[in-house]
């Protein structure tokens, strides 16, 4: 994944961000809890969801669902249908007149590839979507990947790689990139 970036577990940055986790999880139940009507609150929470000021323009429609809340930075005109989860550690930065669907996921983090790696923390990278970018109804946007400006992810589709402006792109087929070591090939042990 490019822009990689690592947090190691028992770490003072893996402990701010797990409390940050608690303090957004906490305030994301809150908001969804809320009547629908009741704008005024639903704007205060998400400002601390965020931890800035948001554009007026953007609509955001519980239920929503975000870990971090420190990474993700909005255009205006922006509107995000109900059912999505933000994991923003990594950085998500989407820009004007953007629409995004019901039940998308844009997912900045994930964790070491490799098996031996795997339980020692957690990889991030930044996800960025243009200018007027329309997302469909429960895609997923993957770490480290760039929506281009004016291009429309089809619904249900899983996007791993970055998507040129101006395109449309559907599908959630799978595709083998490379075969991992097993155990004993990570460390070198001998065969059975």
Known sequence: MRNEQ?????TPESRAFAE???LVMTLTA??????FDHLDARKTLLGEIFDSPLPDSLTILPPFYCDYGLGATFGEKVFINQGCYFLDLGGITIGDRVLIGPGVTLSTAGHPVELDERYDGITHAPIVIEDDVWIGAAATITPGVTIGRGSVVGAGSVVA???PAMSVVTGTSVVERRRLKTPSEAV???ER
């Open 30 to 35: 809150r908001l969804n809890t809320l009547p």
């Open 6 to 10: 690592r947090i190691r577990s028992r």
């Open 20 to 22: 940050r986790v608690q």
């Open 188 to 190: 070198g042990g001998s």
């Open 161 to 163: 790689q970055d998507v």
